[in-house]
């Protein structure tokens, strides 16, 4: 057997009675689809249910997996203490998906449980499908990550091939709100990326749209603060090649976060929804595109930390470069992407090389090797990466943040030795405060010091 049926379902407390104490009649649709797809789950008698929870232990680089033989949790943190839930986990499968994973050097395992208690976005499905179950089935916990989406699609492949193996009737719950910042009202505000996220994933999910769902842009994703995408891209990879009647169930906000509820039924093999392959050759055609448009300032940055990288030596600056490269001199700075999402940043705000080609070639190396957000740039990873080249006009220092704007301006703040800067038109970066606020993190420098400002121009080569 493999998967029998995969859900996308939410995990608000408030859902539940204990907790909401009424306020859950507020979002009555999402209680009753939530219990709709738990009995059509039930009804299929699984053997293992496959939970993938944002709020189980997470790392960046690494998907954990529950270990032990069994474990529980309560909503204490929700004042709700009394309400516990158990889960016995399925050390098999668990312990097949793990060699499957360390057989194709995927990251994942056991290693680097910091809770074991059953969080929320595992309790909240099982609270709902216990109650309706003919026989206990076991549980698989599993945190999602910071990797990119076909590294989450893959583990949801080999979460198949495990169920195939093992001959498991499994249900897969991909656990996960949509974005938290649909209302100005609601607990964390209002982005103009919420509703369009929402309805983006939705749609999505609606139509079983995986690939959209896979190459969602990562600024949307980020400016909407959703928690479920990653849980949904593993679902994904869990039903890869087959054929699946998709029902959206519920949508609903009330609370100023998306909570959606999605059904998938397997209906057999498709080798046309190939959804891994489809993402790699669309991610190929995407970089070739880059990589076509290129001017010379983001090819030098490029050619600079590929050939480090490969070589370990500086590349010797080309000899047909243009005029601007050689001639002139000024700050810049390099930001590094992967999959939309930031790889690596370093910069100078001022000229300290010869030319403004040198400023680009050694800035572009130190993005790669020596950002400390960030690990080294792997040979590996050069085919992936995209490079912006943001050349600066001199700081000039000014009176108050009204002499800034987030689009046209970067920000530098001081206080005594210590400096933050921001660049301008950061995607989610929409207001002065926010832009200074943020400088000031960066600079270590605490809300309340006061510093000096200076703005600066750039010139974007992407």
């Not at 057989?103 to 074991?116: C, I, K, M, N, T």
């Not at 216990?130 to 999602?144: A, C, D, Y």
């Not at 209302?183 to 139509?207: M, R, S």
């Amino acid at each position: 057997m493999a998967i029998v049926a995969a859900m996308a379902v939410p995990h608000p407390p408030i859902i539940l009675p204990e907790i909401g104490r009424g306020e859950e009649e507020k979002i009555a649709k999402t209680t009753a689809a939530y219990c709709e797809v738990m009995k059509r789950a039930a009804s299929l008698e699984p053997d293992t249910v496959v939970i993938t929870s944002p709020h189980a232990t997470m790392y960046s680089d690494y998907f954990h997996i529950s270990p032990g033989e069994k474990a529980e949790g309560d909503f204490g943190a929700f004042r709700c203490p009394e309400v516990r839930i158990e889960a016995e986990y399925d050390e098999a499968f668990s312990q097949a998906l793990a060699d499957a994973c360390a057989a194709e050097d995927l990251p994942a395992g056991f290693l680097g449980e910091r809770e074991p208690a059953l969080d929320h976005g595992t309790m909240i499905p099982l609270y709902f499908l216990q109650p309706e179950l003919k026989k206990p089935v076991k549980v698989v916990r599993i945190g999602l990550s910071g990797l990119s989406a076909d590294m989450h699609y893959r583990l949801g492949q080999l979460i198949r091939e495990t169920a195939g193996k093992l001959g498991r009737r499994v249900v897969f719950i991909a656990s996960g709100d949509l974005s938290h910042k649909l209302k100005a009202e609601g607990p964390y505000g209002f982005a103009k990326e919420g509703p369009v996220f929402d309805e983006e994933v939705t749609k999505d999910l609606g139509q079983a749209d995986f690939l959209s769902l896979l190459t969602i842009p990562a600024d949307l994703a980020e400016g909407a603060a959703e928690c479920g995408l990653r849980s949904f891209w593993i679902m994904a990879g869990a039903l890869d090649r087959q054929a699946v009647k998709a029902e959206l169930l519920s949508h609903e906000g009330t609370f100023g976060v998306g909570y959606g509820v999605a059904y998938f039924t397997p209906e057999g093999e498709d080798d046309a929804r190939d959804i891994g392959r489809q993402l790699h050759d669309k991610e190929m055609r995407d970089i070739a595109a880059v990589r076509e448009r290129e001017d010379a300032y983001v090819h030098l940055a490029r050619l600079s930390l590929e050939t480090f990288v490969r070589s370990h030596v500086f590349l010797p600056l080309p000899k047909d470069l243009p005029a601007e490269l050689q001639d002139r001199r000024a700050g810049c700075f390099v930001s590094i992407k992967k999959d939309g999402r930031l790889r690596g940043c370093i910069g100078t705000l001022a000229p300290g090389r010869r030319n403004l080609a040198e400023e680009i070639l050694y800035n572009a190396v130190s993005a790669g090797m020596h950002d400390p957000r960030f690990p080294q740039v792997t040979p590996e990873e050069l085919p992936r990466l995209v490079y912006d080249v943001d050349v600066l006009s001199e700081p000039e220092p000014i009176d108050s943040p009204k002499q800034l704007d987030v689009k046209r301006y970067g920000v530098i703040v001081q206080n005594g030795e210590r400096r933050g800067v921001l660049l301008p038109d950061l995607a989610g970066v929409d207001r002065v405060d926010e832009q200074i606020a943020i400088a000031r993190r960066k600079g270590n420098i605490g809300a309340r010091e006061p510093v000096q400002l200076w703005r600066f121009e750039v010139t974007r080569h992407v």
